[in-house]
DNA sequence: GCCAACGTTGGC
DNA sequence: GCCAACGTTGGC
């Protein structure tokens, strides 16, 4: 049982799309840094805890919990010309993006980035520190528990 | 819109 | 394999 934090533009995608999107759970499409994917292919499994974070907007931070619903798969809007995220360099014999699908828990109070940065328990958190641009990144399970009291 | 930080590309 | 140039992320 591992936990992460996902960063997700809720101009695509909210913790609001994800509860509402048929079975709570929407594909994680459009991951395109080899960190993130790695992290979503050789460490996620089905269960693992998820921290659902709004970035890039008024106020970014976590804006709900939720949790793995499927290990990796292929990602096919590298295939498609037309998509934002299509990768001419892929082949589908061998594709070089994987995505997971997500599960939405629940939504939580918005725990801002700012606020984050005032917890002392939190100080380690990789998306706390400086340069960190990671859209996925692994949360301690000490850094888990001191959220959920947090978020409760 | 700015810009710091980091990642990727490609010439050599 | 180095590294300069360029592209992207994402908070502010």
């Not at 014999?93 to 980035?113: F, I």
């Not at 692994?138 to 959220?147: C, E, R, S, Y």
């Amino acid at each position: 049982m591992a936990y992460w934090l996902m960063k997700s533009e809720p101009d695509e995608v909210s913790i609001d799309d994800a509860l509402a999107a048929p079975k709570q759970t929407v594909p994680w499409f459009g991951v395109r840094n080899y960190q993130a994917r790695n992290f979503m292919r050789d460490g996620m499994q089905v269960g693992d805890g998820v921290l659902f974070y709004h970035s890039s907007c008024p106020e970014p931070g976590i804006a709900g919990l939720a949790e793995v619903a499927s290990t990796a798969y292929p990602d096919d809007t590298q295939f498609d010309p037309a998509s934002h995220y299509y990768d001419a360099k892929s082949k589908r014999e061998e594709p070089r993006w994987v995505m997971v699908d997500v599960k939405a828990v629940r939504k939580t109070r918005l725990l801002s980035l700012a606020e984050l940065r005032t917890i002392p328990e939190l100080e380690d958190m990789v998306v706390l520190q400086k340069g960190s641009r990671l859209s996925i990144t692994p949360v301690t399970a000490g850094q888990w528990k001191t959220l959920q009291k947090l978020l409760k």
